[in-house]
T-cell receptor, first 113, second 117 residues
Framework: LAKTTQPISMDSYEGQEVNITCSHN???????ITWYQQFPSQGPRFIIQ???TKVTNEVASLFIPADRKSSTLSLPRVSLSDTAVYYC??????????????FGTGTLLAVQP | SAVISQKPSRDICQRGTSLTIQCQVD?????MFWYRQQPGQSLTLIAT?????????ESGFVIDKFPISRPNLTFSTLTVSNMSPEDSSIYLC??????????????FGPGTRLTVL
């Protein structure tokens, strides 16, 4: 499983766009990139997933360059409620069998008023 | 998607005792997972529990310390045996549903906060 590296923490203010970059230099051809969000006292929840280029949903955007050795989670106009830990995970689904989720250190995003 | 509940939500236990944590899912799932999250740390996978087979443990975790049951497709238990203060942690269960076309999407329970004195 590809190892991921992301900043330990980031600070932002309400209304700003936040970009969290994750490095995964050893990503394999059939690996997806998935981001999870964890609020205090809750389990993580899926935010977004991509394989290449750009993916956008109602919560965030995910930018993946052509070499796929990194990815950037973009949160538009953050609010105080976006304060959480954001995990970048890389893994694949092999032949229908479930892949384990291996969590890295995560990035603690603190949004200030 | 899946809704997961865990019991107890928290507990304070004496060293040397054991605690069994229950995980209930609102739908039938094949794969269930147990994680540990120590204070201020990331999640660490303990084991994968499939219905009808022995759980598969990750490196550093053994069945004698963390026995797991998976009697049906909606329920699992994790027991933390012969507890020590180092076992103080949040224990989370999760499931993979796979009905939304997303790879590696797991739904997590709220966690069980365990404190061992």
């Amino acid at each position: 499983l590809a190892k991921t590296t992301q900043p330990i923490s980031m600070d932002s203010y309400e209304g700003q766009e936040v970009n969290i970059t994750c490095s995964h230099n050893n990503i394999a051809t059939n690996d997806y990139i998935t981001w999870y969000q964890q609020f205090p006292s809750q389990g993580p929840r899926f935010i977004i997933q991509g394989y290449k280029t750009k993916v956008t949903n109602e919560v965030a955007s995910l930018f993946i360059p052509a070499d796929r050795k990194s990815s950037t989670l973009s949160l538009p106009r953050v609010s105080l409620s976006d304060t959480a830990v954001y995990y970048c995970l890389v893994g694949a689904l092999y032949g229908g069998a479930t892949n384990k989720l291996i969590f890295g250190t995560g990035t603690l995003l603190a949004v200030q008023p | 998607s899946a809704v997961i509940s865990q019991k107890p939500s928290r507990d304070i236990c004496q060293r040397g005792t054991s605690l069994t944590i229950q995980c209930q899912v609102d739908s039938q799932v094949t794969m269930m997972f147990w994680y540990r999250q120590q204070p201020g740390q990331s999640l660490t996978l303990i084991a994968t529990a499939n219905q009808g087979s022995e759980a598969t443990y990750e490196s550093g975790f053994v069945i004698d310390k963390f026995p797991i049951s998976r009697p049906n497709l909606t329920f699992s238990t994790l027991t933390v045996s012969n507890m020590s203060p180092e076992d103080s942690s949040i224990y989370l269960c999760s499931v993979e549903v796979g009905d939304r076309g997303r790879e590696n999407e797991q739904f997590f329970g709220p966690g069980t906060r365990l404190t061992v004195l």
